[in-house]
């Protein structure tokens, strides 16, 4: 079946530095992939998507890729901000239902 | 044009006592998902509503848990003599299904349940 597998957390970052969290995924056919993003004590948010093979979202700074050929979905951010503290949720949707990473828990240090 | 509504936000109950946990989505959404969230963990998917088609009950952990919704609006998750493994925060998301893979899923800000 589908499955997501994100890179484990938590991480801590300075303000300013560059973040990649890693993503990849295992599906049958043509998925399309999100990063969702859940700020403390508030609910998820769709971050960016992507929805076929080289396609890049983007939003807030942030940027992923949709790479078939590594089944990958990288999240990246150049510089990030303090309030950039969340955890960040990758998926998957294949005919129906979201699969979703374990989250990784990114904190950002002034 | 509110968002995905979920209530009780907070909900405390004694073990083996039934919960009913309410999902309002955002109108003009037919698609209906509930998922659960354990401390520290990601989301686990529970069940999907689709219009009037028969729902994928296939996240369900045990046949305590069932869930109802009423035409293409409210879903109801119910949660029968709950145990302390059942306390999680419980999510309900909708979404479109114009392009249907395409759109992503709406989230409410779930509901927190704690088993006592």
């Known amino acids: 079946g589908n499955s997501v597998t994100q890179m484990e957390g938590p991480v801590t970052l300075s303000e300013e530095a560059f973040l990649t969290i890693n993503c990849t995924y295992t599906?049958?056919?043509?998925?399309?992939l999100f990063w969702y993003v859940q700020y403390p004590g508030e609910g998820l948010q769709l971050l960016l998507k992507?929805?076929?093979?080289?396609d890049k979202g983007s939003n807030k700074g942030f940027e992923a890729t949709y790479r078939k050929e590594t089944t990958s979905f990288h999240l990246e951010k150049g510089s990030v901000q303090v309030s950039d503290s969340a955890v960040y949720f990758c998926?998957?949707?294949?005919?129906?239902?979201?699969?979703f990473g374990q989250g990784t828990r990114l904190t950002i240090n002034p | 044009g509110a968002g995905v509504s979920q209530s009780p936000s907070n909900k405390v109950t004694e073990k083996g006592k039934d919960v009913e946990l309410r999902c309002d989505p955002i109108?003009?959404?037919?698609?209906l998902y509930w998922y659960r969230q354990r401390l520290g963990q990601g989301l686990e998917f529970l069940i999907y509503?689709?219009?009037?088609?028969?729902?994928?009950k296939s996240g369900l952990p045990s046949d305590r848990f069932s869930a109802e919704r009423t035409g293409e609006s409210v879903s109801t998750l119910t949660i029968q003599r709950t145990q302390q493994e059942d306390s999680a925060v419980y999510l309900c998301?909708?979404?479109?299904?114009?392009?249907?893979?395409?759109?992503?899923?709406?989230f409410g800000d779930g509901t927190r349940l704690s088993i006592l």
């Open positions: 998301a909708s979404s479109s299904t114009r392009g249907f893979r395409n759109q992503p899923q709406h």
């Open positions: 599906a049958t056919g043509y998925p399309s």
């Open positions: 992507a929805t076929k093979a080289d």
């Open positions: 998926a998957l949707r294949g005919a129906q239902k979201l699969v």
């Open positions: 109108s003009g959404h037919t698609a």
């Open positions: 509503f689709q219009g009037n088609s028969a729902p994928d």
